[in-house]
């Protein structure tokens, strides 16, 4: 049973915890990486879904027992604060230098996550203390899973509010998971466009009863799917340790082939008469849904080769750095058990 008092912030170090924010919130630019990613490989990632589960009805108690001061320590509020306040960094961050990267020397960006994950798998395999057949066999599953959901074909999407609820669920919760792009998730079930554009744009333009409605029932989705999730993980991580770590791994190895460094375009995003959709400029295309992994030589573009393995090994430098946080704070997950 995890006690309900979380190690303070400081024990990550209030530094250190602010890193792993940014970088989470980076992580969120970048199409195909997940904030779920990073928090898992920088040590983080059972605390934080910990607070997670802890914000519920249940908080209702601790408050008429404990006062604000108590549901301030359910939730690991310092935890919360110092990450959402790094997040908020990173994002900002991201905006202004990853998205330039990322539009004129993307090879750079991913030779860099991919490095970041590429190390994380080794250093998560190592926390493994003994691997047995069924952790085997759900590193395997996982890894499949992963590289399946990569090269699926996005679907047509349905406008239909159960859908919209269902799609929030299972974006929110592909957002916490290593590995897993919630955005990514959206473009697979044909709904990016919808929801990202038509909705959450067209919301901040007109405020239209429709698109707010639809936005209302998207977060609904996000909110019981977070929930739920974060409950899952808990139970899984308490009861089933190693092979929770096995599954997430595999993860890892799966997303892989989504940011490798070389990749060419093979489809774009399309409306629902099948037209690409444009950028702003009318000159481009808005989003790429679909890429072929190539050699740097056959690369359409600078395949920049020699930034990107330095790249890559920057990522794996990056993990390196994490696991020296993580050992400064103790034990690398920071719950108590």
């Known amino acids: 049973m995890i006690e309900e008092q979380h190690r303070p912030a400081a024990e990550h170090g209030r ?6 924010g940014a970088a989470m919130g980076v992580a969120e630019i970048i199409p195909g990486v997940s904030g779920g990613t990073i928090a898992f490989v920088s040590g983080i990632y059972e605390r934080l879904i910990e607070a997670i589960r802890a914000v519920g009805p249940g908080l209702i108690g601790v408050a008429r027992r404990d006062g604000a001061g108590g549901v301030w320590r359910a939730i690991d509020g310092n935890f919360l604060t110092l990450l ?17 990267l990322l539009e004129h020397h993307p090879p750079l960006v991913w030779g860099f996550f991919f490095g970041l994950i590429l190390a994380s798998i080794l250093h998560m395999a190592r926390r493994i203390a003994h691997w047995d057949a069924t952790g085997l066999t759900l590193l395997v599953l996982g890894a499949v899973f992963a590289y399946a959901l990569s090269v699926l074909t996005p679907a ?24 897993i792009s ?17 909705t959450l744009k067209g919301v901040l333009l007109d405020y239209s009863p429709e698109r707010l409605l639809v936005l209302g029932v998207f977060v609904l989705g996000c909110v019981v799917g977070l929930m739920t999730l974060s409950r899952l993980l808990s139970w899984t ?34 409306d629902a008469e099948g037209q690409i959709v444009m950028a702003a400029d009318g000159l481009t295309p808005h989003k790429i849904i679909a890429e072929s992994n190539v050699l740097p030589s056959a690369y359409h573009g600078d395949p920049l080769l020699i ?31």
């Open 15 to 20: 530094a250190g915890l602010v890193l792993r």
């Open 84 to 100: 959402l306040g790094g997040m908020v960094v990173g994002l900002l961050t991201g905006l202004f230098t990853v998205s330039w």
């Open 156 to 179: 047509q999407g349905s406008e239909a509010l159960w859908f919209v609820f269902c799609c929030g669920v299972i974006a929110i919760s592909a957002l916490i998971l290593p590995g």
């Open 182 to 198: 919630g955005s990514f998730m959206l473009l697979l079930l044909g709904m990016y466009q919808f929801i990202i554009h038509d």
């Open 237 to 270: 991580f308490h009861r089933f340790h190693a092979q929770t770590l096995a599954l997430l791994t595999g993860f890892l190895i799966g997303s892989l082939n989504k940011i490798y460094p070389w990749r060419n375009p093979v489809d774009w995003l399309r």
């Open 307 to 337: 930034g990107t393995l330095v790249a890559c090994l920057l990522g794996i430098l990056s993990v390196l750095a994490f696991e020296r946080l993580a050992e400064r704070g103790g034990r690398g997950d920071g719950v108590n058990r």
